[in-house]
């Protein structure tokens, strides 16, 4: 089974510029989070999709942060224009449900490495 | 106040000797479930091992085992017999609100582990 995709791995960028990034979950995942990792911390949700709709986005910051899930599969989440605090790892994850039963553990991408100059 | 705490930056352990690392919760949802999360310098989120809060027993998963202090409110992962790719980060993290048909996963700021030879 594929794990989840991401890309692209690396990115640089200059303060206010617009940068997006893409995420395929694992096949029939239901359930697809994007978190946000600053150096030295852990992973804080950004936004989380259950199928097409966004069930939580109440840490995303709408002014500049923006996230589609198409067709309830893959995923973009755009930052525009991105500032010095957004260097970041930009990670990706998926499960099958909604992390409602037993351990339905979320699965994780590669994560995407932003570094904003 | 954090939901989830770790209070160790960084722990030491010689190869072969067990070691704990501490991960305390504050939750007043009755459904939880606990995580353990290791992230090597390659950046992939890997899953170890889950905890329900109403399961009766530890959880184990081969070397890892979860000492689960409910009224405590702890959930120290114990690795036995450290090897030198033990050798990561380490996130604990909360699942709550399971009784609301979706979750959220929140984590703690992690533990760095090294294991000498």
């Known amino acids: 089974e594929a794990g989840v995709a991401q890309s692209p791995r690396y990115k640089i960028i200059e303060k206010r510029q617009s940068v997006a990034f893409w995420c395929n979950p694992i096949?029939?995942?239901?359930?697809l989070y994007w978190y946000q990792q600053i150096l030295g911390q852990g992973p804080k949700l950004l936004i989380q999709f259950q199928n097409n709709g966004v069930v939580d986005d109440s840490q995303l910051p709408k002014d500049r942060f923006s996230a589609e899930r198409l067709k309830g599969v893959d995923s973009t989440l755009k930052i525009q224009p991105a500032k010095l605090e957004d260097s970041a790892v930009y990670l990706c994850?998926?499960?099958?449900?909604?992390?409602?039963?037993?351990?339905?553990?979320?699965?994780f991408g590669p994560g995407t490495r932003l570094t904003v100059t | 106040a954090q939901k989830i705490t770790q209070t160790q930056p960084g722990m030491f352990v010689q190869e072969k000797e067990a070691v704990t690392l501490d991960c305390t919760y504050d939750?007043?949802?009755?459904?939880?479930?606990l995580f353990w999360y290791k992230q090597p310098s390659s950046g992939e989120m890997i899953f170890l091992i889950y905890?329900?809060?109403?399961?009766?027993q530890n959880a184990t998963e081969g070397r890892y085992s979860l000492n689960f202090q409910k009224a405590r409110k702890s959930a120290n992962l114990v690795i036995s017999a450290s090897q030198l790719g033990d050798s990561a980060m380490y996130f604990c993290a909360m699942r709550e609100g399971q009784h609301t048909g979706y979750s959220t996963l929140t984590f703690g700021k992690g533990t760095m582990l090294l294991v000498s030879p």
């Open positions: 939750t007043s949802d009755p459904s939880y479930g």
């Open positions: 905890q329900g809060s109403y399961d009766q």
């Open positions: 994850a998926s499960n099958p449900r909604g992390g409602t039963s037993s351990v339905d553990e979320q699965y």
């Open positions: 096949s029939g995942h239901a359930t």
